[in-house]
């Protein structure tokens, strides 16, 4: 099992342009997240979807959206950015629906906005 | 709102030394607790966890940690490090009736020297 995969892992962008991150896990999770990590302040949610359908805001959602494409994939979009969201994004999966949750996580995506 | 304390920003040890990493969370309810490890230019792994039972909890690599409730901590140790232990740790805490609202603290940098 791969467990779960980011593409890409790097990225540049100019101010303004638009990316979409993707996420993918094999291990049949119900849910999938997004955290961005930056210097000094841990991983800050943005989006977590508790099962393929729904969709909820973390604790940073503005300047995102997410789609639950189906049960393995989650994707991120940066719809214009900025330079505030230059980061480090991860993305987590876990099975969900057991207070023995453990959020398995892919090796990230570094993302510089210029 | 659950909030997660990691006192030390940056532990510099030499090898053999003896760890202890602070995490204390702040929470009304009953809660899970985490530590997870990233090493350098890897994605975060899971430590060890504490749900409920023993509040010793033993993880890989000789890592253990112990929840003590009266304090609302959950202390990272380790008897003697190793250099391949230098990375950074997350303490998380989540709600234990909401396992995906999992909170990470600021983290800990590990420098080991060899």
């Known amino acids: 099992n791969a467990g779960v995969t980011q593409t890409p892992k790097f990225q540049v962008l100019k101010t303004g342009q638009s990316m979409t991150l993707q996420c993918a896990q094999d291990?049949?999770?119900?849910?999938m997240y997004w955290y961005r990590q930056d210097p000094g302040m841990g991983l800050r949610l943005i989006y977590y979807?508790?099962?393929?359908?729904?969709?909820d805001k973390g604790e940073v959602p503005n300047g995102y959206n997410v789609s639950r494409l189906n049960k393995r994939e989650f994707s991120l979009r940066l719809e214009s950015a900025a330079p505030s969201q230059t980061s480090v994004y991860f993305c987590?999966?876990?099975?969900?629906?057991?207070?023995?949750?453990?959020?398995?996580f892919g090796p990230g995506t570094r993302l510089t906005v210029l | 709102a659950q909030s997660v304390s990691q006192h030390n920003h940056h532990v510099i040890l030499s090898e053999a030394a003896s760890l202890e990493l602070g995490c204390n969370y702040s929470?009304?309810?009953?809660?899970?607790l985490f530590w997870y490890v990233q090493y350098p230019g890897q994605h975060l792994q899971l430590l060890l966890k504490?749900?409920?039972?023993?509040?010793l909890v033993k993880g890989i690599k000789g890592f253990e940690a112990e929840f003590i409730k009266s304090k609302f901590s959950f202390n990272l140790r380790k008897p003697s490090v190793q250099w391949s232990d230098t990375a950074e740790y997350f303490c998380?805490?989540?709600?234990?009736?909401?396992?995906?609202?999992?909170?990470f603290g600021s983290g800990t940098r590990l420098s080991i020297r060899p």
């Open positions: 987590a999966s876990s099975e969900a629906g057991t207070q023995t949750d453990t959020q398995y």
């Open positions: 291990m049949n999770h119900n849910s």
């Open positions: 979807s508790a099962s393929e359908g729904t969709t």
């Open positions: 929470y009304g309810g009953t809660v899970n």
């Open positions: 504490y749900f409920s039972g023993d509040p």
């Open positions: 998380a805490v989540s709600p234990y009736s909401s396992a995906s609202k999992i909170i």
